[in-house]
Every structure is written in C-alpha cells, then in structure tokens.
C-alpha cells in the first residue's frame, strides 16, 4: 500500500512537471495542445473509491491551473474526467471481466480495451477544457477540431507511453 502511494506520487508530480515544463509550450498551428496529466487519473486503479477520483481529479487540476496560470479550466475539466471514468469502464467492460487489483494498463487490458478507454475519457476532456475555456460557441467548428486533434495527438502519446515505459 505504501508503496502503491509513493508509485502514484512520484507519478502525479512527473506528469505534473511534464506537462508545464514541457507540453504546455508544445502548440502546433494552435490546433493541437496535448495534455498528458490526464494519464494520471487514467492509470488510477479499478477500485479506488469515486470520491477519491473526485478529489485527486480536482487536485491535479488545480496543480496544472496554478502553474498555467489559468483560472479553474483543468481543474474543472479533470474533475469532469474523473467523473466519467467509472461510467467509461463499465460502459466499455463486459461484467466480471475487470480483476481485482488488475490496473488500468494496455499490457493488463489489452490494446482494444485501453485505445477506447483512453479516447473516450481524454475525449470528453478536451471537449470539456477547450469549450469552457472558449466560453463561446462562436467558433464552434473550431474548437471542435481544437478537441478533437488535442484528444487524438494526447491519445497517441498516451499509447507510446504505455508501451516505453509499462512494458514487461
């Protein structure tokens, strides 16, 4: 258990730093600004409990808001995220196929499984960060695209990750 904590620590603040040291300064044509952090929330185990996923949603949310200088957009959008994410697995997960203390990992779910998984969650998060940080629906067609090419280039970075760093 300690060490599940400190595994999830040094995760948070790895994903954390990475996302304003590096990836918040990555911008393609303005379109495509990937936001890697969500994988923490993502890789959060099966049974943690949903006010958990609440508060540590929110929490890294607002870590990325404060160092982005933004006002609640992250923080709001993760929280949105951490929201759905049981709703997602069930939604996608057949009963009984989800094991106990069987991690949210590609290796563990398979490439099927965790590619719906990721779109579908880092999906309803850019829609949400982008639309709210919008605040408009002037400019709708472009901030869909903005959403849908960010989920899409943050989902492929997703799926490398899994495969450069969990693999067996």
């Known amino acids: 258990m300690i060490r599940d904590l400190l595994k999830y620590t040094i995760m948070l603040v790895v994903l954390v730093l990475l996302q304003v040291l590096l990836l918040n300064n990555i911008q393609f044509s303005g379109y495509i600004n990937p936001y890697m952090y969500v994988l ?34 992250h923080a709001s959008a993760t929280t949105f995220l951490a929201f759905l994410r049981p709703y997602t697995i069930s939604l996608i997960s057949p009963r009984d196929t989800i094991e106990v203390n ?3 990992r590609l290796k563990f779910m398979g490439i099927g499984w965790f590619l719906r998984y990721t779109l579908i969650l880092v999906l309803a998060h850019h829609l949400f960060l982008f639309f709210v940080e919008a605040f408009t629906f002037n400019g709708f ?11 899409a280039f943050t989902s492929i970075l997703i799926i490398i990750s899994q495969f450069l760093i969990f693999k067996e």
């Open 141 to 151: 067609i472009h901030t869909l695209i903005r959403s849908l090419l960010s989920a």
């Open 102 to 104: 069987t991690p949210p």
């Open 40 to 73: 923490f929330i993502l890789l959060l185990p099966f049974e943690t409990p949903r006010y958990l996923l609440l508060l540590l949603g929110f929490f890294l949310g607002l870590l990325v808001d404060i160092f982005s200088n933004t006002p609640g957009f």
